[in-house]
């Protein structure tokens, strides 16, 4: 198992934050997870909270959600605001390889937080 992963959705809605949910899973196959995210409407809808449920197929997720308009209490928000301003501003021929960038800048840095 890896110490430091990365998990791409290409997408943000609820089909692909499923499929991200399922590669995690993979990662930790017999570890009950505890998922700690915002309330964006993806997170929420129908077939969230079916995979979530007693008959779907990421039972052993366990959620906590941050409140409602509150990013300060969002570690995310940190990280996303380090990136912005380590790669916003590289110069790049393409899409992809603002992705590559953002790799690069995120997966083994360790962001020091407290909720």
């Known amino acids: 198992m ?8 290409s997408w943000q809605n609820q089909g692909e934050t499923i499929k991200a949910l399922k590669r995690i899973k993979k990662y930790y196959p017999n570890k009950n997870i505890c998922l700690i995210w915002d309330n964006a409407g993806w997170h929420k809808g129908k ?7 007693r008959s779907g197929d990421l ?4 959620l ?3 409140p409602p308009y509150a ?3 969002n570690p995310q928000e ?9 790669i ?3 110069p790049t021929t393409s899409f992809k390889q603002k992705v590559n960038n953002f790799k690069l ?3 083994h840095r360790k962001f020091n937080y407290q909720i």
């Open 88 to 90: 916003a501003h590289q």
């Open 105 to 107: 800048s995120v997966i």
């Open 47 to 53: 077939l969230i909270r079916k995979e979530l449920g």
């Open 64 to 66: 906590i959600n941050f």
């Open 2 to 9: 890896p110490s430091s992963f990365l998990v791409l959705a």
């Open 78 to 86: 940190h990280i996303w605001k380090y990136i912005k301003n380590r």
């Open 71 to 73: 990013p300060d209490t």
């Open 59 to 62: 039972t052993n997720f366990h």
